[in-house]
């Protein structure tokens, strides 16, 4: 099986993207070319497609797998296992998020929180715990809200992420709001008093 012109450009770049990203560049070209297909392929259609040896095709399918970004199925009539990704994008960039989070912020959040409680040596100590209780809050927070997020329907997600800039002009009249209400009540405390003898 070979591949269009623009199937390879796009396949050829999300390796390269995914070597920057933290992955393996045959990892990244086997999802990038199960993304695009039609239907779901074999190991030996994929080896073949992108040229790799059918060892580090599956190597790199157990990866995906490992990161539930592809789904293993079997086709009727055909007894070869068969891969996929899921249709929904949104459910991938859900997937990719979490499994992430798992790998990446959990451990690093751990290892704050048991950096904050450690009784410190010394002054030099107790600055590094303040400044990792700075780390830590922050990614609490953001933490907290990517969980939020998560919880949002998809069309909820889409109406979040359009708001935009929006939400920068909301929260600039939000912090208004207090001083034109102080500026109000100011004058109508002025027209309320007395005139000066």
């Keep these: 099986m070979g591949m269009s012109p623009l199937a390879e450009a796009f396949v050829l770049h999300f390796g390269e993207m995914g070597s920057r990203w933290g992955i393996n560049r045959t990892v990244g070209q086997i999802y990038a070319l199960l993304y695009i297909s039609a239907h779901p392929l074999p190991a030996d259609e994929i080896a073949e497609t992108l040229n790799f040896s059918r060892s580090n095709v599956s190597m790199g399918l157990k990866e995906l797998q490992s990161w539930q970004l592809v789904r293993l199925q079997h086709l009727p009539g055909d007894r070869r296992?068969?891969?996929?990704?899921?249709?929904?994008?949104?459910?991938?960039?859900?997937?990719?998020?979490?499994?992430?989070?798992?790998?990446?912020?959990?451990?690093?959040?751990?290892?704050?929180?048991?950096?904050?409680?450690?009784?410190?040596a010394g002054a030099e100590e107790r600055h590094a715990q303040e400044k990792l209780r700075?780390?830590?809050?922050?990614?609490?927070?953001?933490?907290?809200?990517?969980?939020?997020?998560?919880?949002?329907?998809?069309?909820?997600?889409?109406?979040?992420?359009?708001?935009?800039?929006?939400?920068?002009?909301?929260?600039?009249?939000?912090?208004?709001?207090?001083?034109?209400?102080?500026?109000?009540?100011?004058?109508h405390s002025a027209e309320d008093s007395p005139p000066p003898d």
């Excluded at 929904?88 to 959040?109: G, H, K, N, S, Y």
């Excluded at 927070?141 to 708001?163: H, Y």
Aim: proline share 4%; glycine share 6%; charged share 30%.
């Design 134 to 187: 700075e780390m830590h809050d922050l990614i609490e927070l953001l933490t907290g809200w990517a969980d939020e997020v998560q919880k949002l329907d998809t069309g909820e997600l889409v109406s979040l992420l359009k708001l935009g800039s929006r939400v920068v002009g909301l929260l600039e009249l939000k912090n208004r709001l207090p001083f034109i209400g102080q500026k109000r009540r100011e004058a």
């Design 81 to 120: 296992e068969h891969f996929s990704t899921p249709d929904d994008i949104w459910q991938i960039v859900r997937t990719l998020a979490e499994q992430r989070r798992r790998r990446e912020i959990d451990p690093t959040l751990s290892v704050l929180r048991d950096l904050i409680v450690a009784q410190p």
